[in-house]
DNA sequence: CCAGTGATGACAGATGCTGACATCAGCTGC
DNA sequence: GCAGCTGATGTCAGCATCTGTCATCACTGG
């Protein structure tokens, strides 16, 4: 290795996050960061796209949970089975990795900044698009395949802001197993009225 | 009046779709878009937040045609034939404002540059938010009010890029009903498995 | 011992965005 | 008419984000 300490990747968003989490996203500089973690802010620059990226790191993991949940999944398995396995091993992923605590440390960061709301909804959009496509690998329909994406994130997002709400001590899964008996409900009142509406 | 051509908040608007449209987003400067309009850069600032807000004005009157749906719909109504008048409101309301042609032209700008995208997802999601809040004003269940704004959203969306696709000619609306279908199909797969699996 | 490699530092510069103050047409009250 | 107010705009200075380019230097392999 070079002459420097090595783990800049890792000290540079442990920095930011403590950074954040004291000053705020907007008042805290790239300078400041890079500081912390002692290199330049160039040396940042080379770790991660932007400011906003350093909250994002190694993130494909979660990603590629949902993913794998998906190709795992039995044959027959119905597409409403396959949202739930996704979302559920996306869910245990992020419960294993740092644990609830963290979780809602860095979404409290993340909420009191629209820059953040906004990469983290670029996240999840790409990560909806990613299962709408091993979904329509799987065979199907392309109508289907996009709104199954969509739902699986929109299922696993609102399990975890339940998951992270104070006071709460359930599971990340048993809160989507919740969520899923919501757009149950929902969507039974969909099919029929669309059939027999104004019969 | 002043004594500057009045209309720059619409001119700013116009002379940025076209410069995007020309050499995409990040290779116009906003002094660029300012000059084509007429003013200076500063001016350019007070009327848009940022450089990517130029092309997001006026989602008020879009906005409020879920939530108006939303309000407006008889007291009875199942959370599902909600989430259906909110999408075919929007869908409603964009046919009718400037058209296919010029969502196509807007969405290909938004398309091709991330920064675009991460703006237009979180009005959508602000825009799931503020459906969420309507239905628990009327009576829904917080969780299935948050599912049922980001369905709304979802539909809308899907539907909205088939609308878009080249060669497509059918309406709006229309495609939303194939969503739902899709919706309800899902769904009917859920509910059921939910308490009869490992029966 | 020497050349190559790779991570980092140093520096200059473009662009996005903001604050503070000046300017000037039109309106208002007298 | 005329003085003053108002509101939109221009002008200017400045900070922060992000990028390109080149130099530096520990480590590696021969």
Redesign the pocket.
């Known amino acids: 290795?070079?002459?420097?300490a090595?783990g800049?990747?890792q000290r540079l968003p442990q920095a930011a996050m403590e950074l954040f989490a004291e000053r705020g996203f907007?008042a805290?500089?790239?300078?400041e960061i890079?500081d912390r973690a002692?290199?330049?802010?160039?040396?940042f620059?080379?770790?991660f796209?932007?400011?906003?990226e350093v909250l994002f790191a190694g993130q494909e993991q979660f990603a590629s949970a949902f993913i794998d949940a998906i190709d795992a999944a039995p044959d027959g398995a119905a597409l409403a089975d396959l949202v739930a396995a996704a979302a559920a091993a996306g869910g245990a992923v992020l419960q294993q990795a740092r644990g609830r605590e963290f979780a809602r440390a860095r979404h409290a960061v993340i909420a009191a900044n629209e820059q953040l709301q906004e990469r983290e909804l670029l996240k999840l959009a790409k990560l909806a698009a990613a299962v709408a496509e091993r979904l329509k690998a799987r065979g199907v329909t392309a109508v289907a395949a996009q709104l199954g994406g969509d739902l699986t994130v929109s299922v696993f997002s609102d399990a975890f802001n339940r998951w992270i709400a104070p006071g709460e001590t359930r599971d990340l899964v048993a809160l989507q197993r919740e969520s899923l008996a919501a757009l149950g409900e929902l969507a039974a009142g969909v099919t029929q009225p669309l059939k027999a509406r104004r019969a």
Chains 1, 2 share one sequence.
């Not at 290795?1 to 420097?4: A, E, K, L, Q, V």
């Open positions: 290795m070079g002459r420097w090595p800049a990747a907007e805290t500089t790239v300078a890079a002692g290199v330049t802010e160039r040396t620059f080379r770790y796209a932007d400011k906003r």
